[in-house]
């Protein structure tokens, strides 16, 4: 009886522990994103696990959710930043369709994660290129991402070896 008492006073504590302790065993590392320029899919305020990945080693793919820094995108802060990975290296991406939606290699592409007012504002083409990314906010219409910088070095890329984390989402 004692045994079982224990196991039902200790259970709540254990599975509020979890989410702490997932993170520490798999690795991971926690991010909280300030801004709305990833909602829906991370709305601000929200800490998400990342995957951590070492200096050069990631390896893009469309979709991802990316955790990077890029110190000219914020005025020379090293802070971290949260967007999707919408381009690769050989991709052609430009906007927009006629139906208002993002071409990639001259095909328009479903972007699900979308924020459902999302207003695409016209940009490219822009060849992305070797060990480049092009990155934009699932809240187009409050992100500052790729499409801002285009006229930064890189054509509004990021280089590639800027990411330090692929989020872990549920």
Same mark, same amino acid.
């Given at each position: 009886? *004692?045994?079982?008492? !224990?196991?039902?006073?200790? #259970?709540?504590?254990?599975?509020?522990?979890?989410?702490? #302790?997932?993170?520490?065993?798999? &690795?991971?590392? *926690?991010?909280? /994103?300030?801004?709305?320029?990833?909602?829906?899919?991370?709305? #601000?305020?929200?800490?998400?696990?990342? *995957?951590?990945?070492?200096?050069?080693?990631?390896?893009?793919?469309?979709?991802?959710?990316?955790?990077?820094?890029?110190?000219?995108?914020?005025?020379?802060?090293?802070?971290?930043?949260?967007?999707?990975?919408?381009? !690769?290296?050989?991709?052609? !991406?430009?906007?927009?369709?006629? /139906?208002?939606?993002?071409?990639?290699?001259?095909?328009? !592409?479903?972007?699900?994660?979308?924020?459902?007012?999302?207003?695409?504002?016209?940009?490219?083409?822009?060849?992305?290129?070797?060990?480049?990314?092009?990155?934009? &906010?699932?809240?187009?219409?409050?992100?500052? /991402?790729?499409?801002?910088?285009? &006229? /930064?070095?890189?054509? &509004?890329?990021?280089?590639?070896?800027?990411?330090?984390?692929? #989020?872990?989402?549920?």
């Amino acid at each position: 009886m *004692r045994k079982r008492l !224990i196991a039902l006073v200790a #259970a709540p504590w254990l599975v509020a522990g979890c989410g702490a #302790a997932n993170s520490a065993v798999h &690795g991971y590392h *926690r991010y909280t /994103d300030p801004s709305v320029a990833m909602e829906p899919t991370i709305h #601000a305020g929200r800490t998400f696990d990342a *995957r951590p990945v070492d200096h050069g080693d990631y390896r893009p793919k469309r979709g991802d959710v990316v955790v990077f820094t890029m110190p000219s995108w914020l005025n020379g802060r090293d802070t971290a930043q949260v967007k999707r990975v919408v381009a !690769i290296p050989g991709d052609r !991406i430009a906007c927009c369709s006629g /139906d208002g939606r993002v071409v990639l290699n001259g095909t328009p !592409i479903s972007e699900p994660y979308l924020a459902p007012d999302a207003r695409e504002t016209p940009f490219g083409p822009v060849s992305v290129p070797a060990g480049r990314l092009w990155l934009m &906010g699932d809240n187009r219409g409050s992100s500052a /991402d790729s499409r801002v910088h285009l &006229g /930064d070095g890189g054509n &509004g890329t990021v280089p590639a070896t800027a990411v330090i984390g692929v #989020a872990v989402l549920k």
